[in-house]
């Protein structure tokens, strides 16, 4: 007869079950209790996470996702241990601060539509994980309020409350015994100050304790300002300008002459926004290197093997795509965004085109924890993609941005509305990827298009969106730019406003 395999320390505790010998018994039962908890701990240990997010970094500034004129060398790193998500968007934005709404789907994981931009009486992600045991950290941009700030972190460090500032001249604050203290500007570079304080944060936690580390970063954000050698690296080899480049937008898309677009004269002069290209590329290259100070020392806290490191960011950027500069725009330089997850049981080198939001980062990591979401959440939990329960959580993506413009995607295709110009465009993203040819008044495509509205209208109502889409009024269509009058904000350097508006700073 075969009897099953049990361990050496189960067979000398049978042995020892023994007239005269019943103490020794006792003493192996004690070591296999305490093997058994043991071995519990370990694998019912809950997740740290570690979430890296960058502002305004198009889905294409990314080395390893094919962009061959940037250096990314970490988040290289990043994407072959972890899961991709090529196809992640933000859920468009009732701002021009993108940023703002933007953020509030992260730390809510509800639409813009269902919350105000400083999450009142939301359950954040910060919060929710407190309540589970988990001491939360912050460092870098928060533009959504103290209030719920200081509910979401037990502590913080380095922070700036704002859109954008300096890099250079951060104004920074921390949290104090449940306040938001201002400590002054800051001595370092945006991204290096960040980075200080999330090493500072992983070097002190202990390891018994599960955290959510959320680093924030400012970068690639304008001003344009990185060092002088992250720039000058790029100017001595500059990247061609985006695909989809054009001097003037071709109509008005509403808000053509806001802060972000007065950034360079119209119409764009390529050498002007190909410079830009290299400061801005010169600025993630450096929040790059902070974010591998940042694995290097979570690999030294001897946290990584149990820690779940997101990277994002909160939207995209023009930078010259369209004859445009900023983020206010429903195309897919704009609303396209890098999603990476790498960590425990997560598969390495792998990547998906199913759609995501933004606002999926939350129950996906409470799936991942093992905390029960808010049961009214619009996100979906996106592990089920690479578990193989899934190819994907949605069909369609929808993107609504102010009461300007509208757009749905499904499969290949892309519809945009101009409602207050009653302006449609459709694109066949598969043989058009960069949104230049506008199918939406040829013949042959009319029964796509009144389709693809047909979606639009449904997923507004899904959504609870009551914008129209046409106007009975419209305003005029055309717009001619050149010469208009441009005025520097506060928060560019000198060197930019003397570069780019031909002018030194008063």
Request: include cysteine; hydrophobic fraction near 35%.
């Amino acid at each position: 007869m075969r009897y099953p395999r049990i361990s050496r320390l189960s067979r000398f505790a049978l042995l020892a079950w023994k007239p005269g010998t019943r103490w020794l018994w006792l003493v192996c039962c004690g070591l296999l209790l305490a093997r058994s908890e043991a071995c519990l701990a370990g694998q019912g240990a809950r997740p740290n996470i570690l979430f890296l997010f960058a502002d305004d970094q198009r889905a294409d500034a990314l080395e390893a996702w094919g962009n061959r004129h940037i250096k990314t060398p970490h988040l290289n790193q990043l994407v072959e241990q972890g899961f991709s998500f090529r196809n992640n968007y933000c859920f468009g934005s009732n701002s021009p601060a993108v940023c703002m709404p933007s953020r509030v789907m992260v730390h809510t994981g509800k639409r813009w539509l269902d919350v105000d931009q400083q999450m009142t009486g939301q359950v954040t992600l910060g919060e929710l994980l407190r309540q589970h045991g988990y001491t939360t950290f912050a460092t870098g941009k928060w533009h959504n309020g103290k209030p719920s700030l200081v509910r979401s972190f037990t502590r913080g460090k380095h922070l700036f409350l704002g859109g954008m500032c300096d890099h250079t001249r951060v104004p920074l604050s921390e949290i104090v015994e449940g306040e938001v203290v201002a400590r002054g500007i800051g001595p370092k570079f945006s991204s290096e100050l960040f980075a200080d304080a999330a090493l500072e944060f992983l070097q002190e936690q202990p390891a018994e304790e599960p955290f959510f580390a959320y680093v924030s970063f400012t970068a690639p954000h304008d001003p344009r300002n990185p060092l002088a050698a992250y720039r000058e690296m790029y100017y001595s080899s500059p990247p061609p300008l985006p695909g989809n480049f054009l001097p003037q937008h071709p109509f008005d898309l509403g808000g053509m002459t806001i802060r972000d677009e007065q950034l360079a004269p119209w119409p764009r002069p390529e050498k002007m926004v190909q410079d830009q290209l290299c400061e801005y590329y010169g600025l993630i290259t450096h929040m790059d290197e902070q974010i591998g100070r940042i694995l290097k020392g979570l690999a030294h806290s001897g946290h990584a093997q149990n820690t779940i490191v997101v990277y994002a960011a909160d939207h995209g950027l023009a930078l010259g795509s369209h004859g445009l500069l900023g983020k206010q725009s429903l195309y897919e330089h704009s609303m396209k965004c890098p999603l990476i997850l790498t960590g425990p049981g997560i598969p390495a080198g792998r990547e998906t085109q199913a759609f995501s939001y933004l606002y999926d980062i939350y129950p996906t990591l409470c799936a991942l924890c093992g905390v029960e979401p808010p049961a009214d959440l619009a996100g979906f939990d996106l592990s089920a993609i690479w578990r193989g329960g899934t190819g994907s959580v949605r069909e369609t993506v929808f993107l609504p941005y102010m009461e300007t413009q509208r757009s749905v995607r499904q499969g290949r295709w892309k519809l945009i509305v101009y409602p207050q110009i009653n302006h449609r465009q459709l694109f066949d993203l598969e043989t058009d990827p960069g949104e230049r040819v506008n199918l939406a008044e040829l013949p042959e495509q009319a029964e796509r298009l009144a389709g693809m509205w047909r979606l639009l209208e449904a997923e507004q109502q899904s959504a609870g969106d009551q914008q129209t889409l046409t106007s009975r009024n419209p305003k005029p269509r055309e717009i001619d730019l050149t010469g208009q009058a441009r005025q520097p904000d506060a928060h560019q350097p000198g060197w930019i406003v003397e570069k780019y508006f031909g002018r030194p700073r008063p």
